[in-house]
T-cell receptor
Framework: GDSVTQMEGPVTLSEEAFLTINCTYT??????LFWYVQYPGEGLQLLLK?????DKGSNKGFEATYRKETTSFHLEKGSVQVSDSAVYFC????????????FGAGTRLFVKA | DADVTQTPRNRITKTGKRIMLECSQT?????MYWYRQDPGLGLQLIYY???????NKGEISDGYSVSRQAQAKFSLSLESAIPNQTALYFC???????????FGPGTRLTVL
């Protein structure tokens, strides 16, 4: 079945460092791809999405590009802030069958001042 | 006010007890979901409902049941709680296209 694999955390960075969180997927069709963020004590919220190959999703300085050839959707930010500390989940939405959303295991990010 | 609310936010119970977790939404969405979150495992889908008369099992439905009382309400029950059901439980909604899911704040359940 469809699945999402993302890099294990925690990832610890200093403020203003460059962030990459890797995400790869396995899917039988052509899914839509998402990054969700979970701040401490809260539910997940959508950060960005891309619905087809080569699309770039962006929000709040974060970016991710849908790469069909490498089945990847890596999350990047040029300069992280302490307020970016959270857990980040990569996800895919099936575009056939049950149209379910499948989540990766999450990557915890700590940003130090 | 939050679009998706969950009650209770925290619950401690004993093995064998029946527990109900409640979810309400004001987004007007037909689709609702219950997930379980365990450290290192991400989110696992327990049950989902595409409308009031539709209930579907997810990946880990054993030991759980649900009730869709209205478009806005979707409850999760543990008929006889066991310690390995200790986890963080999230309710979510989406529109009919399912593009984006909107999550509640979660219920932290501890089964002793």
């Amino acid at each position: 079945g469809d699945s999402v694999t993302q890099m294990e955390g925690p990832v610890t960075l200093s403020e203003e460092a460059f962030l990459t969180i890797n995400c790869t997927y396995t899917a039988t069709g052509y899914p839509s791809l998402f990054w969700y963020v979970q701040y401490p004590g809260e539910g997940l919220q959508l950060l960005l999405k891309a619905t087809k190959a080569d699309d770039k999703g962006s929000n709040k300085g974060f970016e991710a590009t849908y790469r069909k050839e490498t089945t990847s959707f890596h999350l990047e930010k040029g300069s992280v802030q302490v307020s970016d500390s959270a857990v980040y989940f990569c996800a895919l939405r099936e575009n056939t069958g049950g149209f379910k959303t499948i989540f990766g295991a999450g990557t915890r990010l700590f940003v130090k001042a | 006010d939050a679009d998706v609310t969950q009650t209770p936010r925290n619950r401690i119970t004993k093995t064998g007890k029946r527990i109900m977790l409640e979810c309400s939404q004001t987004k007007g969405h037909d689709r609702m979901y219950w997930y379980r979150q365990d450290p290192g495992l991400g989110l696992q889908l327990i049950y989902y409902s595409f409308d009031v008369k539709d209930i579907n099992k997810g990946e880990i439905s054993d030991g759980y049941s649900v009730s869709r009382q209205a478009q806005a309400k979707f409850s999760l029950s543990l008929e006889s709680a066991i310690p390995n059901q200790t986890a963080l439980y999230f309710c979510a909604t989406s529109d009919n296209a399912g593009w984006t899911q909107y999550f509640g704040p979660g219920t932290r359940l501890t089964v002793l």
